[in-house]
């Protein structure tokens, strides 16, 4: 199964906004530890609130923590964030230097075969899975 993906900045007009949702299965929303993305997050996902066809829940929204250190304060407080969103949050990937070796070998950590790039494959599984259900 083919997806395209589109990176899109969440300080996007309420217009761009609807227009990408219109050509959409899914919206994934990765989200940093750290106020200001939080904050950023916020106001996108009131946007995105807004949008008709994520208010009739014809979108699936998808909330992804994104370069996480587990048992960091950054960390617990982007889990009490996340529990104000309204919106699932469906994978916590930890921050780690598997993903710029992967890459740097041409790969990325659902393709690699060592054991700890396979664990930390195994934290897209919830999405992936998600994102294969759409379409």
């Known amino acids: 199964m083919d997806r395209l993906v589109i990176d899109a900045p969440a300080a996007m007009h309420h ?4 227009d990408l949702i219109r050509i ?4 994934v929303v990765p989200v940093l530890p750290g106020a200001f993305d939080q904050d950023a997050t916020a106001h996108f996902l009131k946007k995105l ?3 008709k066809a994520v208010r009739k829940n014809k979108r699936v929204v998808a909330i992804v923590g994104n370069r996480l250190r587990l048992g960091t304060k950054a960390s617990e407080h982007l889990d009490v964030f996340f529990g104000s969103l309204g919106f699932p949050v469906v994978a916590r990937l930890r921050d780690s230097q598997v993903y710029p070796n992967a890459a740097a070998a041409g790969s990325s950590v659902l393709e690699a075969s060592d054991r700890r790039a396979r664990d930390y494959a195994a934290e897209w599984a919830p999405l992936l ?3 294969e259900g759409e379409g």
């Open 15 to 18: 217009k761009d906004v609807e």
């Open 49 to 51: 609130s807004e949008v």
């Open 129 to 131: 899975v998600l994102l």
């Open 24 to 27: 959409s299965d899914a919206v």
